[in-house]
């Protein structure tokens, strides 16, 4: 294995983003369930039924995206589709019973999959909401947060 100390912070982040979700991806596998499918069950659980477009622009991700994904939920009985009231064109998403057991199953796998790394949890979590906050917010067509300025206060922890 290469010397990670050698490695610059983005690619330690990339490489670690990618290792937790195939982890995660290989454990919800067994629940008919992916790491895109249980953000989208997070937010229909958490704000109710809703049209795809409204749960895409939510989750931040194309509606085309998102279609392949309730798809997915929608094969394993996690959601629920129905036409739209309002608008017959588009049909409204919500969440089964069956899809909020297994949101309950995926929460206890997300809470279990990279133990012993709760040392400094809190704040590498601050740095990494403040990454994607500043990354992202070009991305998502959002406002750009003001810059902090980098000091040796603002760095991740050293590995010990």
């Known amino acids: 294995m290469p010397d990670l100390n050698d490695w610059t912070t983005p690619r330690l982040l990339s490489t670690a983003a990618r290792l937790v979700e195939h982890a995660w991806n290989e454990e919800l596998a ?8 249980v ?14 477009a409204r749960l895409s622009a939510k ?11 309730l798809s997915r939920l929608e094969a394993h009985g996690h959601i629920t589709r129905e036409r739209s009231r309002l608008d ?13 057991a297994a949101l309950v199953q995926a929460r206890e796998i997300d809470r279990s999959l990279t133990p012993g790394v709760d040392i400094g949890v809190e704040e590498l979590r601050d740095k990494l909401t ?12 959002e406002e750009k947060p003001e810059r902090a300025p980098i000091s040796k206060d603002t760095a991740l922890p050293e590995q010990s």
């Open 30 to 37: 067994v629940l008919g369930l992916t790491h895109a499918g």
């Open 39 to 52: 953000i989208a069950l997070e937010v229909l659980d958490a704000e109710g039924a809703m049209v795809q």
């Open 59 to 69: 989750v931040q991700v194309q509606a085309q995206t998102m279609g392949q994904t």
């Open 88 to 100: 017959g064109r588009s049909q409204r998403v919500a969440v089964s019973e069956l899809g909020k």
């Open 130 to 141: 403040a990454v994607i906050r500043w990354l992202g917010s070009a991305r998502w067509g």
